[in-house]
């Protein structure tokens, strides 16, 4: 017979009295006298009963170990592996001790099939897992520019290829949330060194700390010069996201600097063929430009001759001004919403005949994309009726950057002025 201490820590107990009384759980007791006496026939029908009477989850977990145990005392190891894989498979054991004074070599069995599913702690490693290579953290640019620093706890689990399992995959204390995305993709892209226990690699799980404090400024004459680069090799969204990093106020740009970048900018939004965002640009580029020389500042030569040349290629080429105007924040915004894209206007022809134009002013809801609220849109002024429909169907199709607070992208109401004139 197996040891009483023995069989009692293989019967996993559930938690209510009526499992614990079940018919079930019975028949998995006699199924055990039946295959200490060595009865394995019998203890094949019983368990077979205890499964078809089962009605917890554990009652099956219980069925299924003591069905592995027998089908290993048969010399049947892979009918056993099966039923502890059964058993692994609800998550509601891990580990069972002893199994080798059922016969030697049990527990090796059961171990081997246990490993694809514990999760194994570091006090029980020979080898904890440990990062090899993986990328920087993104530094958010809301917090980069605000400074903000220090220190972030994750727990993971490291599988046996060493990615971390994402289901598993806790932020459990950082400065900021904002930190949480990055710091999860930092993770899922890391490769790390696999645990090992007994010889094997094995799932664990791991508590990482990492301080962080925002990256040093970038030169932005740096990443400028680079955008020209980027632009001569006809690389326009290289261009604007390395100007647009240049602008960022956490890298301190001079006002030459901002000059230098907002002409490079203007000109790259003018290959992509955005216009209108490529005259924001380049007005407020030359505007920086003459102030700076108005004053005396002295420029580098090259800055000159670049602010020169735009102002000269410009003359007489100006359009009529860009149809939309300068946006109003209707309340308060750390930083107001800046007009991305929007569609070309559509002139009504009875409009041009007659040779009216104007400008419509619409106010509008903003949403934290960028985005027009649609029941928000309301005609402030009008130099005719006419051009308001078709100034709701612009702004309802434009884009904006969404105004931010605090750091934090934010809804708002604006005033949009929008021109109509023979574009």
């Known amino acids: 017979m197996l040891r009483q201490s023995f069989a009692a820590g293989l019967l996993l107990a559930v938690t209510s009295a009526a499992a ?44 299924f170990v003591w069905r592995g145990i027998l089908e290993y005392k048969r010399g049947h190891e892979d009918l056993a592996r099966q039923s502890f894989r059964r058993a692994l498979a609800t998550r509601q054991v891990r580990a069972i001790s002893d199994l080798d004074q059922v016969a030697p070599g049990l527990g090796d069995v059961f171990d081997s099939e246990a490993r694809a599913y514990r999760v194994y702690p570091n006090s029980e490693l020979e080898q904890p897992a440990a990062w090899r290579a993986g990328p920087a953290l993104l530094y958010p640019s ?121 002409l490079v900018q203007g000109a790259a939004w003018h290959v992509k063929g955005k216009d209108s965002l490529a005259t924001i640009s380049l007005d407020e580029g030359v505007a920086g430009y003459r102030d700076l020389t108005s004053r005396g500042v ?13 102002r000269i290629a410009r003359r007489g080429t100006r359009a009529a001004p860009p149809p939309f105007g300068a946006v109003t924040v209707v309340g308060a915004a750390d930083e107001a919403p800046v007009l991305i894209s929007h569609p070309p206007i559509r002139y009504a022809p009875e409009m041009q005949r007659l040779g009216v134009s104007g400008t419509v002013i619409v106010e509008a809801t903003l949403d934290t994309t960028g985005r027009v609220v649609p029941a928000s849109v309301k005609v402030i002024q009008s130099p005719n009726p006419v051009f308001d429909a078709e100034t709701r169907r612009v702004l309802l199709a434009s884009v904006y950057r969404p105004a931010r607070v605090q750091g934090k992208a934010s809804r708002v109401t604006i005033r949009q002025p929008i021109t109509f004139a023979p574009y």
């Open 142 to 262: 809301e917090l980069r520019r605000r400074r903000v620093a220090g220190h972030a706890l994750i727990r993971a689990v490291v599988d046996t290829a060493g990615k971390v399992e994402e289901q598993g995959l806790e932020v459990l204390e950082s400065p900021d949330s904002a930190f949480d995305a990055p710091l999860r993709r930092m993770m899922l892209a890391t490769q790390f060194t696999p645990g090992r226990s007994k010889g094997h690699v094995v799932r664990s799980q791991i508590d990482l700390g990492f301080n962080l404090s925002p990256p040093a400024p970038a030169n932005p004459t740096t990443l400028v010069t680079a955008a020209r680069e980027q632009l001569r090799l006809h690389r326009a969204d290289s261009a604007l996201a390395l100007t647009t990093e240049a602008l960022d106020s956490a890298n301190q740009a001079t006002a030459g600097e901002r000059v230098f970048a907002l």
């Open 20 to 63: 614990a009384q079940s018919r079930s759980a019975a028949l998995v007791q006699t199924a055990r006298g039946y295959i200490g006496s060595g009865d394995l026939d019998r203890a094949d029908t019983a368990l077979a009963d205890a499964l078809a009477a089962a009605g917890y989850v554990l009652d099956s977990v219980n069925v």
């Open 298 to 310: 002295d420029l580098a030569p090259f800055l000159k001759r670049l602010a020169d040349s735009i």
